[in-house]
T-cell receptor
Framework: EAQVTQNPRYLITVTGKKLTVTCSQN?????MSWYRQDPGLGLRQIYY???????DKGDVPEGYKVSRKEKRNFPLILESPSPNQTSLYFCASSKGSEVEAFFGQGTRLTVV | AQSVTQLDSHVSVSEGTPVLLRCNYSSSYSPSLFWYVQHPNKGLQLLLKYTSAATLVKGINGFEAEFKKSETSFHLTKPSAHMSDAAEYFCVVSEGSLIKAAGNKLTFGGGTRVLVKP
């Protein structure tokens, strides 16, 4: 089954404790992105990747890092989480630029 | 730069009545447009997409949307609402077709939450 898999689905952590949210897709897609969803703001792009070793900032990259060492994986790294990063995070992948994106189930992160 | 405005943050309809969700966009290029639905505690599911073919696009679950370039709109409609349509809906624009460096960046509207009354 074609899918985008994020882990964990839920995470509560403390300020400053490094964490990684994993994202994996099994569709051989070139494009992958990370978004955060906050009430009334829709989804905002954090980082994106056009292919292996090619990543760039989206609209809200501060406080986040990503890597794309393999085509299927695109982890999101929070080196020093802060409470304003409490949000619902989605990973997405797509084959090209004119086709729809496939989204993971989301990761609800709470930073206390 | 691209942007999307969903004109209603909440829409309440009675079961069996029509649904209209309004979306206006701005884009420097010919965009691709999408509607996604998010049910509670679920991920996002594609309802339909417009990519410069027919301006009236039919999607899943009886939804359709019409692309009107002159009005820069992409409103979503359904003739008869069902209880299972209660969810949040997002209008999305992508300029990736002409700006490949943007990496298929999707710009989301703020969302419209639909409530369906029995």
């Amino acid at each position: 089954e074609a899918q985008v898999t994020q882990n964990p689905r839920y995470l509560i952590t403390v300020t400053g404790k490094k964490l990684t949210v994993t994202c994996s897709q099994n569709m051989n897609h070139e494009y992958m992105s990370w978004y955060r969803q906050d009430p009334g703001l829709g989804l905002r792009q954090i980082y994106y990747s056009m292919n292996v070793e090619v990543t760039d900032k989206g609209d809200v990259p501060e406080g986040y890092k990503v890597s794309r060492k393999e085509k299927r994986n695109f982890p999101l790294i929070l080196e020093s989480p802060s409470p304003n990063q409490t949000s619902l995070y989605f990973c997405a992948s797509s084959k090209g630029s004119e086709v729809e994106a496939f989204f993971g189930q989301g990761t609800r992160l709470t930073v206390v | 730069a691209q942007s999307v405005t969903q004109l209603d943050s909440h829409v309440s309809v009675s079961e069996g009545t029509p649904v209209l969700l309004r979306c206006n966009y701005s884009s420097s290029y010919s965009p691709s447009l999408f509607w996604y639905v998010q049910h509670p505690n679920k991920g996002l599911q594609l309802l339909l997409k417009y990519t410069s073919a027919a301006t009236l696009v039919k999607g899943i679950n009886g939804f359709e949307a019409e692309f009107k370039k002159s009005e820069t709109s992409f409103h979503l409609t359904k003739p008869s609402a069902h209880m299972s349509d209660a969810a949040e809906y997002f209008c999305v624009v992508s300029e990736g077709s002409l700006i490949k460096a943007a990496g298929n960046k999707l710009t989301f509207g703020g969302g419209t939450r639909v409530l369906v009354k029995p």
